[in-house]
C-alpha cells in the first residue's frame, strides 16, 4: 500500500485527495493527521476492507510525517511504497504561506540557508575589471535563457574568493545565499529537499547567486557528492523553467584535496568558469591599498572626528593626545572653535603607498614564492591600512616608521606558509589565473 508523506495542508484538501486518488488508481485516501489519530486511520481502513474486500491494495494513508519509522507495524510492512510530495511553494507549506511565514525563515530554519543582502558591489572590488569577461558574459547567457554554472573559485586564502561572491551579488543586486550542503544530509529524503530548494528559487521571482563557501571541505562522503550532483543537476536546467535566475559561486582554499576527491571539478565544466586567485600584481594592489584608505577616510570623518569633537573639552583625554597625532590635531581645532566642516577638510588620512610598497617588496620579496607579484593578498594589505591608520589616529611618530612598522609585523602568509603556497599553486593549471 502507498503511503504518501505530505507536510503541506493542500494536499489534504479534496479536490487533491480527489486527483491523487486518480492518479494513483486507489479508492481511498485517508488522512491521518490533525483530526485524526494513526489508530483511528487504521481502524478505518480494517473497517472498509471488512467491508469490501475489494478494497485491498486501494486504500492509502497520507501524513504529514513518515509514521512508518514512528511505527513498527508499518516499518515492518513489505508493501509499504511511500510516495513523498512535494510543497505546493516549494519549501513553504500552503500554511506557512497564508500566515505569511517567509520563505527565507524556513529555508534558514530547513536548510541552515544564510541569506545576505550585499551593501558591497564590484566598485569594493580591487581589479575587478579583471573578472568583467566572467561577468558579462553570465549577463549575456542569463539574458538568453542559456544555462549558468557558475564559478569555482580557488586560491590563496585572504585572496578574495568569498568576498568576490559578495561583490557579484551586490553588483548584480541579488540575495546571496550561503549553502551548508551537509544541511540536506538530516533529512529522510536529501534529494528531494534539494528539489525543494530550488522550486522556492523558482517560485520566489528573485534572482540569487548561490555561494558554497570552501567546497573541498563539504564534499566529503558519497551522500553529499549525491547532493551536489543533484543541485548542479538543478542549476543546469534552471534557466528554462524558472523566471529567476541564480548560478553557484563556490570557492575552494584547498585544491589538492578538492582534486583529489574530484578530479572531475577541472575539466567537465560543471562551472563555466575555473578561476585562481592569487596575489595581485603591483598595480591592482596599489588599487586595493587605494580602496581601504577611502574606506577609513570615509569612517573618519562619518564618525570619528564628530566624536573627537564632542570629546574635546574632556581635560583628561586632550592631555593624553599626542599633539601630532589625528586625534591630538582634531581636539586642539574642536577647542579653538573650528566647525565640523572646516576640521573635515584639513584632516584626511593618507600614507604613502609607494613608499610602502616598495618598502615590503624589499624586505619580503626574496623569501616569498610567488615572485611576479606583489608580496600581501587583499586582505593582508587592509590589514596594514589598518594598522596605519590606528598608529596615525593614535601616535604622532614619523609616516615612514608607522609604515616601517605595520610592514615588518604582517608578514606575508607566502613567507610564513611558503611550502602550502607553493604546493597550491602548482595546481591551478587548468585555472585562469586572476
Ligand atoms: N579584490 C579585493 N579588493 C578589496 N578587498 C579585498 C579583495 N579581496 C579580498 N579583500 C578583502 O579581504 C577579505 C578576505 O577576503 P576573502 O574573500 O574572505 O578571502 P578568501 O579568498 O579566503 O575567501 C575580504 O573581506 C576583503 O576585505
Ligand atoms: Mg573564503
Not at 86 to 98: A, D, E, I, L, P
Not at 335 to 352: A, D, L, M, T
Request: proline content about 3%; charged content about 25%; hydrophobic content about 40%.
Amino acid at each position: 500500500m502507498y503511503l504518501f508523506i505530505a507536510e503541506d495542508s493542500y494536499y489534504y484538501t479534496p479536490r487533491i485527495i480527489n486527483q491523487l486518488k486518480k492518479k494513483y488508481g486507489l479508492k481511498k485516501i485517508i488522512p491521518v493527521n490533525a483530526g485524526r489519530t494513526l489508530e483511528e486511520g487504521i481502524q478505518e481502513y480494517l473497517n472498509l476492507l471488512a467491508k469490501d474486500p475489494s478494497y485491498f491494495g486501494k486504500i492509502a494513508l497520507i501524513s504529514p510525517v513518515d509514521i512508518s519509522s514512528t511505527h513498527s507495524a508499518y516499518s515492518k510492512s513489505a508493501f509499504l511504497e511511500k510516495v513523498y510530495l512535494r510543497n505546493f511553494y516549494g519549501v513553504s507549506t500552503v500554511f506557512q504561506k497564508s500566515k505569511n511565514i517567509s520563505a527565507e525563515n524556513i529555508l534558514s530554519e530547513k536548510f541552515g540557508v544564510k541569506f545576505v543582502k550585499p551593501k558591497l558591489t564590484l566598485k569594493d572590488y580591487g581589479g575587478a575589471e579583471r573578472l568583467a569577461h566572467e561577468v558579462n558574459e553570465i549577463l549575456i547567457k542569463e539574458r538568453y535563457g542559456l544555462p549558468v554554472q557558475g564559478f569555482l573559485v580557488a586560491g590563496i586564502p585572504g585572496a578574495g574568493k568569498s568576498f568576490f561572491a559578495e561583490c557579484l551579488s551586490g553588483e548584480l543586486n541579488r540575495f546571496m545565499i550561503e549553502l551548508n550542503l551537509a544541511k540536506f544530509l538530516e533529512y529522510d529524503q536529501p534529494l528531494l529537499m534539494v528539489d525543494n530548494f530550488f522550486d522556492f528559487i523558482a517560485n520566489s521571482g528573485d534572482n540569487y547567486v548561490i555561494r558554497i563557501d570552501e567546497i573541498e571541505k563539504m564534499l566529503k562522503g558519497e551522500e553529499i557528492k549525491n547532493i551536489f550532483g543533484r543541485l548542479l543537476t538543478q542549476i543546469s536546467g534552471f534557466g528554462e523553467r524558472s523566471k529567476s535566475k541564480v548560478f553557484f559561486v563556490a570557492t575552494a582554499n584547498n585544491l589538492s584535496e578538492l582534486m583529489k576527491e574530484h578530479p572531475e571539478f577541472a575539466r567537465s565544466g560543471r562551472f563555466d568558469y575555473l578561476l585562481y586567485l592569487t596575489f595581485p600584481d603591483e598595480s591592482n594592489a596599489r588599487k586595493i591599498f587605494g580602496l581601504y584608505i577611502d574606506k577609513m577616510n570615509k569612517k573618519l570623518h562619518s564618525y570619528i572626528i564628530p566624536k573627537m569633537i564632542k570629546d574635546a573639552n574632556n581635560k583628561n583625554l586632550i592631555s593624553s593626545a599626542d599633539p601630532n597625532s589625528i586625534r591630538g590635531q582634531v581636539y586642539l581645532l574642536a577647542k579653538k572653535g573650528v566647525p565640523y566642516e572646516e576640521i573635515s577638510k584639513r584632516i584626511n588620512f593618507s600614507f604613502n603607498v609607494d613608499e610602502t610598497i616598495h618598502y615590503s617588496l624589499m624586505i619580503y620579496r626574496d623569501g616569498c614564492v610567488v615572485k611576479n607579484r606583489y608580496v600581501y593578498t587583499p586582505v593582508e594589505i587592509s590589514y596594514i591600512v589598518n594598522k596605519v591608520f590606528i598608529d596615525k589616529i593614535l601616535s604622532g611618530k614619523k609616516e615612514s616608521d608607522i609604515i616601517k612598522e605595520a610592514v615588518s609585523k604582517i608578514q606575508p602568509i607566502q613567507f610564513t606558509l611558503k611550502g602550502a603556497i607553493d604546493n597550491l599553486e602548482g595546481k591551478a593549471k587548468d585555472f585562469r589565473r586572476i
